[in-house]
């Protein structure tokens, strides 16, 4: 209830009135059943933009930081995060990671959309960079198909770095579902997993025809001066 209202009624109309978002592809988000929405990464505003345009409601995996903030910022931001669907995860690996897999298997297997950026963080340039395979083990584990979502111009809206977003137009392209059924009960495979996730990361770039580059994300943000 607190979703579809935020969604629908307090946030929803505001956002919608100001960015005035665009979305191709609709259609492609499945009507029932659960399924992985699989998005390049450009802002922190894509995991707000992307939830409203599409009609079912849907979860994301975000960090557990933006749930343990004190005070009247703590609180707000806290229940910004709730109103949008996502749910706070510890990314620090390890066994984090593993609890990062069971909470998305949990969202999946109550026959929900989730949320998940394979490539881990934010581009920091907007370029796409290399997939992680989590996404690919969730998905055959669920047994559940990934649609690729591209983001476009939500880094130019809301650069990183930057806490209050400009005003701009901002849309997104969904493709068709991407079906892995061929692969099921291999997911302890890592060549199947990168196999997967590689063919993901293609076609997010056929779909935005953002320039690639088969290195990590975080790598590439490790190598910049502070």
Do not use: C
């Amino acid at each position: 209830m607190f979703y579809w209202v935020m969604k629908y009624i307090v946030i929803g109309p505001i956002v919608k009135a100001i960015f005035r978002p665009w979305i191709v592809g609709r259609a492609n988000v499945p009507a029932s059943g659960a399924a992985i929405l699989a998005s390049n990464h450009l802002s922190v505003s894509d995991s707000i933009f992307l939830p409203l345009m599409i009609d079912r409601p849907m979860s994301f995996l975000a960090k557990s930081d933006y749930f343990t903030g004190t005070g009247l910022s703590g609180w707000s931001t806290r229940m910004f995060m709730k109103a949008t669907g996502q749910i706070p995860i510890d990314r620090t690996g390890g066994k984090a990671s593993e609890a990062s897999l069971n909470t998305g298997l949990q969202v999946l297997g109550r026959g929900d959309l989730l949320g998940i950026y394979p490539e881990g963080t934010r581009s920091p340039d907007g370029k796409l960079y290399r997939g992680r395979t989590g996404l690919a083990r969730m998905a055959l584990e669920a047994r559940v198909p990934v649609v690729p979502v591209v983001m476009v111009d939500t880094g130019e809206v809301m650069p990183i770095g930057r806490t209050i977003p400009r005003i701009g137009r901002v849309g997104m392209v969904i493709g068709e579902p991407l079906d892995f059924s061929r692969f099921h009960g291999m997911e302890s495979d890592r060549y199947v997993l990168r196999s997967v996730t590689d063919e993901i990361m293609v076609a997010l770039q056929r779909l935005g025809e953002q320039k690639y580059e088969d290195v990590y994300a975080s790598t590439v943000k490790d190598r910049r001066p502070a």
